[in-house]
């Protein structure tokens, strides 16, 4: 480990909790995080599948299931960065009971998991007005563009317009007691994706790299389009968000 750069880092001695903790990334991002020093907290449905390939491996695991998220509200009091990572991608399936899957855990859960971590960070800075808590939201590129499976990209639009809804509120408000970050991925490859173009590890430690900096958008992707494009969709979700306040508020 290069103890330069982790003397110098903003994450040494935070505690972080990462949801999809035994996917590609999720280890990768754990791993990145342990290089820097950081308490890293894995969120997983089955702990006991993990795999040990990777170097680092977090301090602790949290056992959860999507539609219970409150019941590790307690557990995320003192957790300082809170990664949303966990996905589920059905493809081509456009049953019922899939597209049903899908809206629980990339969109629900998403939602619920960003409304106990922004409750718990209000408690928090009511107590110590000099800390706050940040999340990342991971809505990856099928945000705004196609990813090849319908139900896929509805649901991580629809997680994605949430947070830009929360990100305006959070503006208009002036909050400084909660912070969001938006992560916007490319084709890494994972089990949800294995024909993914870029390596987890890749993908993890530019993440990380960017997340250095205050930025609101953290984007990683091959494709330049995303880059340009992206920006501007979340510009014009904020002014519309600002413009309908002002309008309901005369």
């Not at 949801?19 to 590609?24: C, H, I, K, L």
């Not at 998403?110 to 409304?115: A, Q, S, V």
């Not at 084709?187 to 205050?214: C, D, H, R, T």
Request: hydrophobic share 40%.
């Amino acid at each position: 480990m290069n103890k330069n750069l982790s003397d110098n880092s903003r994450f040494k001695g935070l505690k972080i909790a990462i949801t999809g903790a035994n996917g590609s990334l999720g280890k990768a991002l754990i791993e990145e995080l342990k290089r820097k020093e950081a308490y890293v907290v894995g969120l997983t449905h089955n702990k006991n599948n993990k795999n040990n390939s990777y170097e680092s491996i977090p301090d602790d695991w949290i056992s959860w299931s999507c539609g219970k998220e409150e019941l590790i509200s307690s557990r995320l009091t003192n957790i300082d960065i809170l990664i949303l990572n966990h996905g589920f991608n059905p493809k081509g399936m456009i049953d019922a009971k899939e597209i049903n899957k899908a809206i629980e855990i990339n969109t629900l859960s998403h939602w619920k998991l960003i409304e106990i971590f922004e409750e718990l960070a209000l408690a928090n800075n009511n107590l110590d007005k000099c800390k706050s808590k940040e999340i990342w939201i991971n809505t990856s590129e099928a945000e705004i563009q196609i990813a090849f499976s319908p139900v896929y990209e509805i649901t991580k639009r629809l997680i994605g317009e949430l947070v830009s809804l929360k990100k305006s509120q959070l503006l208009i408000e002036k909050r400084n007691h909660f912070s969001i970050k938006k992560l916007i991925l490319g084709p890494f490859k994972s089990k949800l994706n294995p024909q993914g173009v870029m390596s987890p590890e890749f993908v993890a430690k530019k993440i990380i790299k960017k997340a250095e900096k205050k930025d609101y958008l953290i984007i990683v992707t091959p494709n330049p389009i995303t880059y340009f494009l992206m920006p501007i969709v979340e510009s014009i979700r904020i002014i519309y968000a600002r413009l309908i306040k002002k309008i309901y508020s005369e």
